[in-house]
C-alpha cells in the first residue's frame, strides 16, 4: 500500500483553510497547516511535506518570500501557490521563485485536485534529463539549474523550466504541443479542459533567458498551429 502523502497548508483565512483540510483528509491526504508566514516557513522548511499549498497574502511574511526561502534550501519541494492575485506580472513572480503551480482565487476542488495530483505525480516519477543542454551559445545544467549564455553571462532557472526544456530536447526533432506539455511535464491528464496560462508564461520566461532576441526566438520557437520546436545543438 502506498504511503498517505502529507501536505502542508498555509492559509490565513480560516474558512478556506477548513474548507482545504476537509477536502484534503477526504481525498486521503494527511494534513498539517499554518496561518502565517512565520509559522508557514517553520513548518515548510521542515522538509516533510510532499506538496505545499502556499497562499501569497499572509500575516508576518508573504508567500513568495516564504518560497523563495524554500527553494533555497530544497529546489525539488512541490510548491502550488494559491493567490486572489492572476495578473501575468503577479504569476511571474510566484513562478520565477520557483512554484511549481498556481490556483487562482475562487477556485473549484475539482481544479484544485487536478493540479495536486498533476504535481505529485510529476514529482514522484520525475525525469531522466540529459546532464547539459547546447542551445547554440547557451548551455544549461540541468542538475544544477544554471547556465551560461554566450557573453559568458550567468543564468538561473527553476525546476519546471528544466523539465520543459529537457522534455523539448528529448523531442526536437517535432513541435510539442501545449497539450503534451502540460501532460508530459504538469502532468495533467489529456482532454481535460483546464484553463492555465502556465505554458505560455514559462514559454516566455525561457526565451528571456535563451534567446539573443526574445521576440524573434531562434532556439525555442513556434510551429503555427502546431506547438514549440527547441533547436538543439552548437
Same mark, same amino acid.
Request: proline share 3%; hydrophobic share 35%.
Given at each position: 500500500m502506498?504511503?498517505?502523502q502529507?501536505?502542508?497548508v498555509?492559509e490565513?483565512? $480560516?474558512?478556506?483553510r477548513?474548507g482545504?483540510? #476537509?477536502?484534503?483528509?477526504y481525498?486521503?491526504?494527511?494534513?498539517?497547516?499554518?496561518?502565517n508566514?512565520?509559522d508557514?516557513l517553520?513548518?515548510?522548511?521542515s522538509?516533510?511535506f510532499?506538496?505545499?499549498?502556499l #497562499?501569497?497574502?499572509l500575516?508576518?511574511?508573504d508567500g513568495?518570500a516564504? %518560497?523563495n526561502?524554500v527553494?533555497?534550501?530544497d529546489?525539488y519541494?512541490p510548491i502550488i501557490?494559491?493567490?486572489?492575485?492572476? @495578473?501575468?506580472d $503577479?504569476i511571474?513572480e510566484?513562478l520565477k521563485l520557483?512554484?511549481?503551480d498556481?490556483?487562482?482565487?475562487?477556485?473549484?476542488?475539482q481544479?484544485?485536485?487536478l493540479?495536486?495530483e498533476a504535481?505529485l505525480r510529476? @514529482?514522484?516519477?520525475?525525469?531522466?534529463?540529459a546532464?547539459?543542454?547546447?542551445?547554440?551559445?547557451v548551455?544549461?545544467?540541468?542538475e544544477?539549474? %544554471?547556465?551560461?549564455n554566450g557573453l559568458?553571462e $550567468?543564468?538561473?532557472?527553476?525546476?519546471?523550466?528544466?523539465?520543459i526544456l529537457?522534455y523539448l530536447a528529448?523531442?526536437s526533432?517535432r513541435p510539442v504541443?501545449?497539450?503534451?506539455?502540460?501532460?508530459?511535464?504538469?502532468?495533467?491528464?489529456?482532454?481535460? #479542459?483546464?484553463?492555465?496560462r502556465t505554458?505560455?508564461?514559462?514559454?516566455a520566461?525561457l526565451r528571456?533567458?535563451?534567446e539573443t532576441d526574445p521576440r524573434?526566438p531562434?532556439?525555442?520557437?513556434?510551429?503555427?498551429?502546431?506547438?514549440y520546436?527547441l533547436?538543439t545543438g $552548437?
Amino acid at each position: 500500500m502506498n504511503r498517505q502523502q502529507n501536505i502542508l497548508v498555509v492559509e490565513d483565512e $480560516e474558512a478556506i483553510r477548513t474548507g482545504l483540510i #476537509d477536502v484534503l483528509v477526504y481525498h486521503g491526504y494527511k494534513v498539517d497547516f499554518a496561518s502565517n508566514g512565520p509559522d508557514g516557513l517553520k513548518k515548510a522548511q521542515s522538509g516533510k511535506f510532499d506538496l505545499i499549498l502556499l #497562499d501569497i497574502m499572509l500575516p508576518g511574511m508573504d508567500g513568495y518570500a516564504i %518560497c523563495n526561502a524554500v527553494r533555497d534550501k530544497d529546489r525539488y519541494q512541490p510548491i502550488i501557490m494559491l493567490t486572489a492575485k492572476t @495578473s501575468d506580472d $503577479e504569476i511571474i513572480e510566484g513562478l520565477k521563485l520557483g512554484a511549481d503551480d498556481y490556483v487562482g482565487k475562487p477556485f473549484s476542488v475539482q481544479q484544485l485536485m487536478l493540479r495536486i495530483e498533476a504535481v505529485l505525480r510529476r @514529482s514522484a516519477a520525475g525525469q531522466e534529463q540529459a546532464r547539459t543542454l547546447v542551445l547554440g551559445q547557451v548551455t544549461v545544467d540541468t542538475e544544477n539549474l %544554471c547556465g551560461r549564455n554566450g557573453l559568458q553571462e $550567468e543564468l538561473s532557472f527553476t525546476r519546471r523550466e528544466i523539465d520543459i526544456l529537457s522534455y523539448l530536447a528529448a523531442n526536437s526533432s517535432r513541435p510539442v504541443s501545449r497539450e503534451e506539455l502540460l501532460s508530459k511535464v504538469w502532468g495533467y491528464g489529456r482532454n481535460l #479542459d483546464i484553463e492555465t496560462r502556465t505554458v505560455d508564461i514559462h514559454i516566455a520566461k525561457l526565451r528571456r533567458k535563451i534567446e539573443t532576441d526574445p521576440r524573434e526566438p531562434s532556439k525555442l520557437v513556434t510551429v503555427r498551429g502546431a506547438g514549440y520546436r527547441l533547436i538543439t545543438g $552548437e
